[in-house]
């Protein structure tokens, strides 16, 4: 039964509890308690693991249950974790910087040994304006890049924009917004060229007639050899050849702070369970009525679903039975196919034509094209007695509907036992999966 994660404070009480006062208390008053640092930090080091194992094993759970039973979420769909940043314009303010959503920024946290340790990275979830002249903040909502857990970070944890790497190209200015690579590759052929992913990145121009280097956009990329801006440069700057920087974002004075942390971010458990269960989240469906769903998914299919129908129905009429698989070749034989007149041989290995053979694994041919998979229920004698009006069936005629023993020279039809296997019949025809072919049949022998 779960049971709520162990926090720092009830594993340093059992470190007490379990081990000599005479040795645990010198360790945290002498030298103003330095030594208990370790036993401490090996406490909420266990703690973290044993939140992780609660939070993890109970996301397993379909249907939630009640306190003190429950005490992480039940299974659910799919999230990211979301949460808000601040930017803030440290450099010049000249211009208008508009940022596109899913621009990138890192994440990071310390580790045990306090090195930094790169966390999945978050985005940008609309886009975000800083106005000419403010310096900000401006608070910004973010989402993880991936759904799970993973995204759930404490404050502080996202510590700026992406490293996406630097460029320089020498460029023409052919129109006030459209910049053109001029260095031609095979007298420069490591020189830098422009990429579709710059795209909604900033440059500076260096070289302008006017002298205007504030931050412009790139709004569209063609090829690798040419950009558009915005905004747009002067008129007197359309004839120049000039340096082109791609910058990172910290490089035009971007800087990013996290607040508070961010929260809800959620591994798709549920629909890993609907998925296990042969089916899906359908279009606009929530995680309750997705979790209702597939909890009343009705028990059919499985070979044990087909035993616990003929459990439920023939039971009570005392009727005994079995299942009969195809891969069970030899207790078969003759029951799915007349391979010749006398139910002669072994449906495991079966003559197509010369030169080839087919194994039996489940499957029945029902001709020399066709193959089927395929079950039997064997059912036993009713032993309702009832027979019926009397009727001259001849003696040693082996009737399957005799009520009773084949040798009796009265007919008669076990109502109530035919009926059961009636019932049966439905049950299992709306059990059994799309494209199995089945039998029911008297087997004399049980």
Known sequence: MPTPASDQDALLDLWRRLLPITYTEPIES???????????????????????VNVTFQAQFLLPYPPPVQTAPPASGAAYAIGEVEITRTASTVGELRLQPGTRLQAQQLGTLGQRIVQPFFVLSSEVVLPEGSRGPIVAPVRAAYVGT?????????????????AQVVCLVTST???????????FPNADRFSATMLGRFVTILGLPSGVTYPRRIVAVTGTEEITIDPPLLLGDVTAIVTVEVAEFADIGLVVSQAAPTTGGLFGELDAIAA??????QAGETDDQLRNRINALSDVVSP??????????????????????????ATLKGVVWDWDPFDFGSLE???????????????????????FTFFAIAVSNGNEGE????????????????????????????????????????????????GVNWLLFRDYTM
């Open 30 to 52: 002498e030298n103003n308690g330095q030594g208990f640092d370790v036993p401490a930090a090996q406490a909420a080091i266990l703690a973290a693991a044993s939140n992780a």
């Open 387 to 434: 027979f019926g009006f009397a009727y001259d069936q001849p003696v040693g005629a082996r009737d399957p509907a005799a009520a009773w023993d084949w040798n009796i020279a009265w007919d008669g039809r076990p109502v109530g036992y035919l009926s059961c296997l009636g019932q049966l019949y439905d049950a299992i025809d709306r059990a059994r999966a799309a």
């Open 177 to 187: 917004t459209t910049l053109q690579r001029v260095l031609p590759a095979p007298l």
């Open 276 to 281: 296990d269960r042969a089916t899906g989240r």
């Open 150 to 166: 993973t995204g759930n970070l404490p404050a502080g944890s996202i510590v700026g924009f992406d490293t996406l790497g630097r």
């Open 349 to 371: 290995i079966v003559p197509i034509f010369p030169g080839s053979q087919l194994i039996g694994q489940g499957a029945v041919m029902l001709g020399l094209n066709e193959a």
């Open 304 to 329: 044990a679903a087909i035993l616990r129908i003929c459990a439920l129905t023939l039971g009570p009429c005392g009727i005994r039975y079995r299942l009969l698989e195809t891969r069970d070749v």
